[in-house]
């Protein structure tokens, strides 16, 4: 009897023990995706079927499907004027910037995964607005943007396997600027390249005046700007890149960068040069926008130059690739 109790107690115990060394696990890693082959390596995001946009001047948010959201974006960003490929360039870096947003979601927007705020995101024109800007024009745009669209459908440009920041503009002076020069923040495929037909644009120089009046008013909205003295000493210390970029400028009393001056002035770009003329501040820029990434016009010029939009892309952004 007393072997046979033993004998059940083993046989309990070994039924107890198996579960338990059974549900053992390995420590959980700090990082779980660290050596995971399969999560550790970058992957872009299926293709939406529809965008959510923040509409700036409506103050709601909008789902529009996808081809309708590339068709408007290029409609309000690229002239339709512009060559086919150039066209296509700008459709595939408008779907990236798209994929870059919803993978870094702006919180500010609640939910939307850009706004049509062109000072912040991309342009967008809806049917109503195209035929208002195009007119009688507006059926054969749409097919010609609509075809580049299509063209391009699902490409995307990244980096290191992810979909990059898109950045365009319509102008430079000849040479785009990198991000770390601009933003002061480096981005490895936002650098600094030759842009020789902006050049060309009959609107790359453009020259403002702005009455020492103005310049008063506008500087009372720099954060410790005070000016002194005579007009014709307000501005000064004007340092610039080898480019031409205006790297600092003294406004008054307040040092301000070249992107700085341009928002605060009203210019159209930080590459400019004045004179102080009969109480007026001469300024003559070149280049319109920040000139960071793609130029618009560039874009056009080389398309029309025989370089395809894959040749384009890779020109204004620095070693990426189109997936």
Not at 195 to 210: F, R
Not at 274 to 303: L, P, W
Request: proline share 4%; net charge negative; charged share 25%.
């Amino acid at each position: 009897m007393r072997i046979y109790k033993l004998l059940a107690f083993l046989i309990s115990l070994s039924v107890l023990l198996v579960p338990l060394t059974s549900l053992k696990k390995e420590p959980v890693q700090e990082n779980p995706t660290k050596n995971n082959t399969k999560t550790d390596e970058p992957t872009v995001p299926e293709k939406p079927q529809t965008v959510k946009v923040y509409m700036k001047k409506a103050q709601e948010t909008v789902e529009i499907e996808l081809e309708e959201y590339l068709l408007g974006v290029l409609a309000a960003e690229m002239p339709a004027t512009y060559h086919e490929e150039a066209l296509k360039a700008q459709a595939a870096a408008a779907y990236t910037y798209l994929l870059n947003k919803r993978k870094n979601p702006d919180k500010a927007l609640n939910g939307a995964d850009l706004s049509d705020n062109s000072a912040t995101h991309q342009g967008y024109l809806n049917a109503a607005g195209r035929n208002e800007k195009w007119g009688d024009k507006t059926e054969a745009y749409e097919k010609k943007l609509n075809k580049a669209v299509k063209e391009v459908s699902g490409k995307v440009i990244v980096y290191e396997g992810e979909p990059i920041i898109a950045a365009f503009h319509a102008i430079n002076s000849g040479v785009t600027q990198s991000a770390q020069a601009v933003w002061g923040g480096e981005v490895p495929y936002l650098k600094s390249v030759n842009s020789p037909g902006d050049k060309l644009s009959p609107d790359c120089v453009k020259t403002v005046a702005i009455s020492a009046g103005e310049l008063a008013n506008m500087a009372g909205n720099i954060d410790g700007c005070s000016l002194n003295g005579e007009a014709e000493n307000w501005i000064g210390n004007v340092k610039t890149n080898s480019d031409g970029y205006v790297k600092t400028v003294e406004i008054g009393s307040a040092e301000l960068t070249g992107l700085e001056a341009r928002d605060a002035l009203g210019l159209r770009s930080a590459v400019f040069t004045y004179e102080y003329k009969d109480d007026n501040f001469m300024f003559t820029t070149s280049g319109y926008g920040h000139c960071v990434g793609m130029s618009q016009y560039g874009a056009d010029y080389m398309a029309r130059q025989g370089s395809t939009w894959e040749e384009i892309i890779k020109h204004y952004y620095t070693g990426v690739e189109i997936e």
